[in-house]
Each structure stands twice: as C-alpha cells, then as structure tokens.
T-cell receptor, first 109, second 117 residues
Framework: GQNIDQPTEMTATEGAIVQINCTYQTSGFNGLFWYQQHAGEAPTFLSYNVLDGLEEKGRFSSFLSRSKGYSYLLLKELQMKDSASYLCAVRDSNYQLIWGAGTKLIIKP | GAVVSQHPSWVICKSGTSVKIECRSLDFQATTMFWYRQFPKQSLMLMATSNEGSKATYEQGVEKDKFLINHASLTLSTLTVTSAHPEDSSFYIC?????????????FGPGTRLTVT
C-alpha cells in the first residue's frame, strides 16, 4: 500500500529552526509537495521537489532523497505565524496526490 | 499565482436538504479538479476527481449518489451534497490542477464549512 509518515506534532521556539521529516512509500514517484495549513483554512503551497537535493525559498527549504523515500521541510527564523499544520504529499505514478496526516507545529515565544 | 474560489465559504442546512458548493478556477483552465473533505484535526481525504466533460472518479467508500459532482466547464466544478445528515458536517475543499505549470501544482480553494443540523 501507499504510505506517508510524518510526526503528528512538534514544538519549537520563536526565532529558532525546525525540521519536519516525511518518509514515503508510494507506487511510483512524480514529485513531493509541502503545504501549510492554518486551522480552518485550506492548504497553501510551500514547495515542490522532484529531484534529489535542497530547494530553498526564503525562510523555508525542502530536501528530497528519492533513494531513501525521505524529505524534510526546514523552517528558519521561526515566527509565531508559522504555527500551522504542515502537510507532505507525494504524487504517485497516476499523478494522484497521496497525503500525509500532517504535522502540527506549535511555536512558543 | 493561480486562484481558486469556492462558494459558499460556510453553510448551515437542515438534515435532509441538499447543498451545492461551487469551485472555480479564476485565472487558469482546469481540466481536472479534486474534491476533499477534512474532519477536525484530520488530514485531507480525497473524495473524488472531477474531469471536465466526463463523469467524476470517486474514491472507495464515497457514495456517488450522495455526493454529486459536475464539471461543466474548464473553470467550474460543483459538489452537491444530497439529503445531508449531521455526519456530513465537515470542511469541504476543492483544488484544481494547472496544466500550464511545469509541475502540475494543485491550487486549493478556501474551503466550505458545512454544518448540518
């Protein structure tokens, strides 16, 4: 079966750095997405990785290792507004998005 | 970036009635739209994939006669929850895939919160 694993909840301090991991087992791979979702709102796109390596976009970076079935989202200089759920999603061979359950990130002052 | 709108943003209806939710891609054409449901503190659950001009493909366990999907044009898909019951109360989110983007990113609408009393 297809499976995406990510931690349920993480806590970090304002101004610090946090890394959210995602491991996946899917039938085929056509890219990995990270989305941010604030409570009561729809997800918003953060990043996309299809090749191995690090993609940097401002305070957020995303890393992919296809051979390990592994990705992480790195958030730097954490701000209170970064408190949200972070969803990892993998697009399989049918171009369907397989979603992880999300990681709830709590930022403390 | 691409924008997807949903209407209404929230709706309260009585048990047994039907509710229609609209999803529109505002600045791009979407041959494929997706309908998700999300219960509190749970992840997104794909309900169905909607292709313009053809019947929707429903995920296992989703009743096609209860959740009617129509994808009438390249910019509009509708989800009708028929004979709604309190257990249908949820956050319904649509997304559209922009084929103009290299990585076929999915853009999400703001969601519709349905409460059935």
């Amino acid at each position: 079966g297809q499976n995406i694993d990510q931690p349920t909840e993480m806590t970090a301090t304002e101004g610090a750095i946090v890394q959210i991991n995602c491991t996946y087992q899917t039938s085929g791979f056509n890219g990995l997405f990270w989305y941010q979702q604030h409570a009561g709102e729809a997800p918003t796109f953060l990043s996309y990785n299809v090749l191995d390596g690090l993609e940097e976009k401002g305070r957020f970076s995303s890393f992919l290792s296809r051979s390990k079935g592994y990705s992480y989202l790195l958030l730097k200089e954490l701000q209170m507004k970064d408190s949200a759920s972070y969803l990892c999603a993998v697009r399989d061979s049918n171009y369907q998005l397989i979603w992880g359950a999300g990681t709830k990130l709590i930022i403390k002052p | 970036g691409a924008v997807v709108s949903q209407h209404p943003s929230w709706v309260i209806c009585k048990s047994g009635t039907s509710v229609k939710i609209e999803c529109r891609s505002l600045d791009f054409q979407a041959t494929t739209m997706f309908w998700y449901r999300q219960f509190p503190k749970q992840s997104l659950m794909l309900m169905a994939t909607s292709n313009e001009g053809s019947k929707a493909t429903y995920e296992q366990g989703v009743e096609k006669d209860k959740f009617l999907i129509n994808h009438a044009s390249l910019t509009l898909s509708t989800l009708t929850v028929t004979s709604a019951h309190p257990e249908d109360s949820s956050f319904y989110i649509c997304s559209a895939r922009d084929l103009g983007q290299d990585h076929y990113e999915q853009y999400f609408g703001p969601g519709t919160r349905l409460t059935v009393t």
